[in-house]
């Protein structure tokens, strides 16, 4: 698997469903079909992906539409939601986190107040787990798919590591500066400092 039929496997699911349980629940019957090699190349793939999102500016961006409080797990499982919604948004996203603005799951929460969202929260966690459970099932082995990463000189991520300079949203000057869109959509009761 590269990263081409990565994207391709994870927009056939979303073209089955869009309800996020019945994605997993295909990702991981297709997944655990394949050979265990391609299902390492799953996880492999999704780490490598979804470290191209880990960065600061992205979790202030997170943080914005979290109302403040997006915590390290809250950005974890966004960064998978965010793959989730297909390569196009995500190297959308990527380029500019502030294109979040134009994605039209992010606007349809900016209509509704968080209390709202209810399955509409952008976070996916159990995608950190499709290899994990497609392995398992394929061959047997609770957690094999970490070890045959492992061997192949990979180890598995379960928090963010961000790249880039920290700040924070709450500062409503910087957050309207380097996320204009975004800021205005989903605006801070914060300090001006």
């Not at 265990?36 to 202030?60: G, H, P």
């Not at 390290?72 to 966004?78: G, K, L, N, R, V």
């Not at 952008?122 to 798919?145: H, I, M």
């Not at 180890?155 to 800021?183: F, H, I, K, M, Y």
Request: hydrophobic share 40%; charged share 30%; with cysteine.
């Amino acid at each position: 698997m590269d990263a081409d039929d990565f994207w391709l496997f994870l927009q056939r699911s979303r073209q089955v469903t869009s309800d996020s349980d019945e994605r997993l629940r295909w990702l991981t019957l297709h997944l655990g079909r394949s050979p265990a090699a391609r299902i390492v190349d799953f996880q492999i793939l999704l780490n490598q992906i979804r470290r191209r999102s880990d960065t600061y500016d992205m979790w202030e961006a997170a943080n914005l539409i979290f109302g403040g409080a997006c915590s390290t797990d809250s950005f974890w499982y966004f960064q998978a939601w965010l793959i989730g919604l297909g390569r196009d948004t995500f190297d959308l996203v990527v380029a500019d986190p502030d294109n979040l603005a134009d994605v039209p799951e992010v606007r349809r929460l900016a209509e509704h107040p968080m209390r709202e969202w209810g399955d509409e929260w952008p976070w996916w966690e159990a995608l950190s787990y499709v290899a994990a459970r497609a392995y398992e099932e394929s061959t047997g082995e609770e957690d094999g798919v970490y070890d045959a990463m492992a061997e192949r000189g990979h180890t598995n991520q379960s928090d963010p590591n961000p790249t880039g300079r920290a700040w924070n949203s709450r500062n409503s000057t910087e957050a309207a500066r380097r996320l204009p869109r975004l800021s205005r959509m989903f605006p801070q009761e914060a300090s001006k400092l």
